[in-house]
């Protein structure tokens, strides 16, 4: 069994940062992708950012040059620092890994809990 714990949302006043983390845990035998994803209320979940098992990274154009997706390995960890944010990246946040267990040949997608992060003065 794998599980994604999200963390490190909240009430943040336009231009302030926040830095997400997920930690994933279980019977892992590797990780390949890691990624970050939003859904806003009324809206359809997006895409923010990916990162590789070897560190390449991918943004949304709308998060480009104000978030930076990163991760550590050893700790089966992947972040999401947010800076100089605003109103419309108000949702929640759910982290995805695609992970292969001791249990499997195959690798599976695994979703987080979803963590809120609103944007508001």
């Known amino acids: 069994q794998v599980q994604l714990v999200e963390s490190g949302g909240g009430l943040v006043q336009p231009g302030g940062s926040l830095r997400l983390s997920c930690a994933a845990s279980?019977?892992?035998?590797?990780?390949?992708?890691m990624a970050w994803y939003r859904q806003a209320p009324g809206k359809q979940r997006e895409l923010v950012a990916v990162?590789?098992?070897?560190?390449?990274?991918n943004y949304a154009g709308s998060v480009k040059g104000r978030f930076t997706i990163s991760r550590d390995n050893a700790q089966n960890t992947v972040y999401l620092q947010m800076n100089s944010l605003k109103p419309e990246d108000t949702a929640v946040y759910y982290c995805?890994?695609?992970?292969?267990?001791?249990?499997?040949?195959?690798?599976?997608?695994?979703w987080g809990q979803g963590t809120q992060v609103t944007v508001s003065s």
């Open positions: 995805n890994a695609v992970i292969r267990t001791y249990d499997s040949r195959t690798a599976y997608n695994y």
């Open positions: 279980g019977r892992i035998f590797s990780i390949n992708a």
């Open positions: 990162i590789t098992s070897g560190g390449n990274t």
